[in-house]
């Protein structure tokens, strides 16, 4: 069965970093490539972030470039988001998600429960 | 960047009734690389449609997907209770792999 198990959300003071966690187990890790999607309060979905299954090409939305970097340890079928200079408009629950595929062209099949991150002073 | 546009907001239907959901692309979506996904309130999303037209694993056949190009169509044949959620598009062709702002299905 697969899972992904989001955690590391929290109450970060604006300029802050923070580092999200998702273990995934149930299917070969390394062979799928993963996203970030989150969802500020009472709004839709917003890809963030995705890695391919290799950890060799990364891709950013516009609102994150710069300010997150996201990573994976395939030896520990981890995938991070490591998110500085965090702002209000971040404040968002923040979802990782597996692809179908190696590459980032393909489907969500299967999503975390989501953690929580507050950007507020 | 595409975007997608979901109309419509809201839908406002009642258990037994058709309901048609649109998602129009600002630019062709290559390979009908588009799906849908349905959310309900504290729940992450659940993947119900892939490839403009193919059943995820599991998804009833009440549910069902079409389109190319820019405009596509989620199609829920007879409304159970338990469909009425937030359904979202999501373009997975170019990064940024964009999702559409979704349309409310709700019970009238």
């Known amino acids: 069965e697969v899972q992904l198990l989001d955690s590391g959300g929290n109450l970060i003071q604006p300029g802050g970093s923070l580092r999200l966690s998702c273990v995934a187990s149930?299917?070969?890790?390394?062979?799928?490539?993963m996203s970030w999607v989150r969802q500020a309060p009472g709004k839709g979905l917003e890809w963030v972030s995705g890695i391919r299954g290799d950890g060799g090409t990364t891709f950013y939305a516009e609102s994150v470039k710069g300010r997150f970097t996201i990573s994976r340890d395939n030896s520990k079928n981890t995938l991070y988001l490591h998110m500085n200079s965090l702002r209000a408009d971040d404040t968002a629950v923040y979802y990782c998600a597996k692809c179908r595929g190696s590459s980032l062209t393909y489907y969500f099949d299967y999503w975390g429960q989501g953690t929580l991150v507050t950007v507020s002073s | 960047e595409i975007v997608l546009t979901q109309s419509p907001g809201t839908l406002s239907l009642s258990p037994g009734e058709r309901a048609t959901l649109s998602c129009r692309a600002s630019q062709s979506v290559s390979s009908s690389y588009l799906a849908w996904y349905q959310q309900k309130p504290g729940q992450a999303p659940r993947l119900l449609i892939y490839?403009?037209?193919s059943r995820a694993t599991g998804i009833p056949d009440r549910f069902s997907g079409s389109g190319s190009g820019t405009d596509f169509t989620l199609t829920i044949s007879r409304l159970e209770p338990e469909d009425f959620a937030v359904y979202y598009c999501q373009q997975y062709d170019s990064s940024p792999y964009t999702f559409g702002r979704g349309t409310k299905l709700e019970i009238e």
């Open positions: 490839g403009a037209s």
């Open positions: 149930g299917f070969t890790f390394s062979n799928y490539a």
